[in-house]
């Protein structure tokens, strides 16, 4: 899943805030049913490497992807698991995600 929200914050700025919400976007785009367990992040650059495990209910799963900043946008690459997607439709994390990080880059 790509999501690709657009940037008006220095790229210093936009790093700070996606080092301090990655796990948050997940969880509450996830109508906040996720656990996030975990949590591990390494920048490189301007991309920043993420990995945790999202569990819901009985069980959990490892999710990681990238997160690239620009002086123009914000690029998040994540795969989804297939298990994730039937508690929650990729359509709807996408749609929850996008809107919290436009909402921190406002």
Request: without cysteine.
């Amino acid at each position: 899943m790509r999501i690709i929200i657009p940037n008006k914050k220095t790229v210093e700025e936009s790093k700070k805030i996606v080092e301090r919400s990655t796990e948050d976007l997940f969880r509450s785009a996830a109508g906040g049913i996720v656990q996030i367990t975990d949590i591990k992040k390494t920048w490189n650059g301007d991309t920043m490497s993420f990995s945790f495990k999202a569990g819901v209910a009985f069980m959990s799963t490892p999710i990681d992807g990238t997160v690239l900043v620009t002086e123009k946008e914000v690029t998040i690459d994540v795969i989804v698991p297939e298990m994730f997607k039937h508690f929650i439709s990729e359509e709807k994390l996408k749609g929850g995600i996008e809107a919290r990080v436009r909402g921190l880059l406002a």
